[in-house]
């Protein structure tokens, strides 16, 4: 507890010893008032006890109420285990979407703590570790009246939160001029306050699905889970698989695909720096072992929300339990508990105009050894011109300038899906001014749309290009490493008004470059790119 706490605590107990005081002397008053009309008469038994009871409930609640407030005002350092989820809340949502939170981490087997942000200081923070918050904004960028003590008491200046990761989901609607603006202004002093994100913020304007299943992305990754039920179905479109090739064989790392897919109603439209969303499925291999473990027929037709489907069809889009767990389940109830796979995140690397949508996707494996439902189905199970359920996000935080500004572009393994897109949409507008730092294995196999990059550079789209190849000589080098020995240009091309751009991974790149950049340009300025939308991230 700081002196401040224990000033107000005391303040606090005078105020009531002063107020209880005053009432038993009014209540001492109006009994002398009526005293000569009071007299006894006994209730009998049937009333005491009803009074009786009636007390002891009261005494109980209270009791309860009392504990509940203690276990709310425990020090966090008893929960080092869990991760704290901190909301904010005006009508209700953010509280909401903070216990689908807690909830969703607690499913994954990460334990989860719901606080509301007015109990949280800055020790308690520290004390937690990782803090999720979930804040929503009311009227024109305010904090919800709960975090107005929040607000006034701590985030005046920035405090020492060294040490603490943070996630963040801001609640608002871009109706109002200030979006999200509470939630920034929370992102802002925990920066300042030299905290690390565990990713970047996710801002949801006026209860958008797709933003809530960025957030939820995020969230199963957070926990290690290999995938989480999706809180809302995406609406999928149908697409068709017509191209996929193998860019990098023989290279160490896993095996990473160009894909190229087209809607089937011919109409689709995005913008560089856009993502989708793929309704992944389990191989027909898997199906079929599944099937036969309980001596189902996979063609039998069932019936889910008044639609006939092939069981063996609606099995390869559903998480499947364990068959131990199922077997001798009437059928009503198992179709009852399927819930559908959770959706996959990929850049999009290409362009409308290119007459197709592009995805850069790695395989990636589950412990067993099998290949992962999203990457698996579209790397290996899907056939050229199968049918894909795939929906396009529109990613606003990632979206290229509008001016010529310079742009730097940072990026390792397939993030350079999301900078090709970039370069591209720049490069049909005639903007020359981009740095290209790209990372990864070895330049002979991982050197992916090396035709496409090494022409922009002969027509000096690229003005600065550094490669980095981890694995090519003795001591391995990464991208951050590369930023770091060049920092006299990084500080040149910013003061020049560049933007940074930044794609790729999560563990490693991601904050390494932040690191090197808060060492080149100082912690200020890097939250002054940041708030100028001169910083930005599509980082997973």
């Known amino acids: 507890m700081t002196p401040c706490d224990s000033v107000s605590m005391k303040r606090a107990t005078f105020g009531n010893a002063i107020l209880l005081a005053l009432l038993i ?56 285990a869990s991760i704290v989820i901190a909301y904010a809340s005006q009508t209700g949502t953010a509280e909401q979407w ?67 990761q943070y996630g963040l989901l801001a609640l608002g609607d871009s ?28 801002e949801v304007d006026n209860g958008d699905p797709a933003a809530l299943r960025h957030w939820q992305h995020h969230l199963t990754l957070l926990s290690g889970a290999s995938e989480m039920p999706d809180w809302q179905r995406p609406q999928y479109q149908r697409w068709q698989l017509c191209e996929r090739r193998l860019l990098n064989p023989g290279s160490l790392g896993g095996p990473c695909f160009h894909l190229a897919l ?17 309704g992944p499925r389990h191989a027909a291999e898997h199906v079929s072992e599944w099937l036969a473990q309980l001596s189902l027929d996979g063609d039998a037709m069932v019936h889910v929300e008044d639609t006939p489907r092939r069981l ?21 109830r198992l179709l009852a508990s399927l ?26 494996r589950r412990e067993d050894g099998r290949l992962g439902c999203g990457s698996g189905w579209l790397t290996m199970h899907a056939e050229l011109g199968d049918d894909i359920s795939l929906r396009i996000r529109s990613n606003p935080q990632f979206h290229p300038p509008t001016d010529a500004q310079p742009l730097i572009l940072i990026g390792n393994g397939t993030g350079l899906a999301g900078l090709r897109a970039l370069l591209k949409a720049r490069i049909s507008n005639g903007q020359r001014r981009h740095w290209l730092l790209f990372g990864e294995r070895q330049s002979a196999h991982d050197h992916y749309y090396r035709d496409d990059i090494e022409r ?11 490669l980095v190849w981890s ?26 008004g560049a933007a940074i751009y930044v794609c790729g991974s999560l563990a490693g790149m991601a904050p390494g470059v932040d690191a090197v950049l808060r060492e080149v340009l100082g912690a200020a300025q890097v939250e002054q790119l940041r708030s100028e939308g001169r910083y930005r991230r599509d980082v997973y």
């Not at 109706?175 to 509470?182: A, H, L, R, S, V």
């Not at 922009?456 to 600065?464: T, V």
């Not at 991208?479 to 910013?494: I, K, S, Y």
Request: a negative charge; aromatic letters at 10%; proline letters at 5%.
């Open 312 to 332: 063996a069809e609606l099995l390869a889009c559903s998480h499947l339990p364990a068959a131990d767990e199922v077997r001798g389940w009437p059928m009503a």
């Open 456 to 466: 922009w550079q002969l027509d000096g789209y690229i003005e600065r290009m550094d």
């Open 175 to 202: 109706d109002y001029q200030d979006f999200c603006g509470f939630g920034r202004q929370l992102q802002h002093w925990l920066q300042s306050s030299a905290a690390q994100s565990l990713f970047d913020p996710v």
């Open 98 to 164: 903070a216990r689908q939170t807690a909830q969703s981490l607690q499913v994954a087997s990460l334990p989860a703590r719901l606080i509301e942000l007015e109990r949280l200081d800055p020790d308690a923070m520290r004390a937690a570790g990782r803090v999720l918050f979930v804040v929503s904004t009311t009227g024109e960028g305010d904090a919800p009246d709960s975090a107005a003590h929040f607000l006034q008491r701590w985030m005046r200046e920035p405090v020492d939160l060294a040490g603490l």
């Open 471 to 496: 694995r090519e000589q003795a001591a391995r080098i990464h991208v951050q490493q590369r930023l770091h020995e060049a920092a006299d240009a990084l500080r040149q091309w910013v003061a020049d």
């Open 25 to 80: 002397l009014l209540a001492c008053g109006l009994f002398s008032l009526h005293a000569d009309e009071l007299y006894w008469s006994d209730p009998g038994l049937l009333r005491w006890s009803g009074a009786a009871t009636a007390i002891l409930l009261w005494f109980g609640f209270t009791v309860w109420r009392w504990r509940a407030a203690r276990a709310d005002a425990l020090p966090l350092s008893a929960y080092e």
């Open 339 to 364: 819930q559908p796979l959770p959706h996959r995140e990929y850049s999009i690397a290409s362009l409308p105009v290119d007459g197709a949508l592009h995805l850069l996707v790695r395989q990636m």
């Open 262 to 278: 087209r809607p089937f109603d011919g109409v689709a439209d995005w913008q560089a720096g856009d993502l989708v969303e793929v």
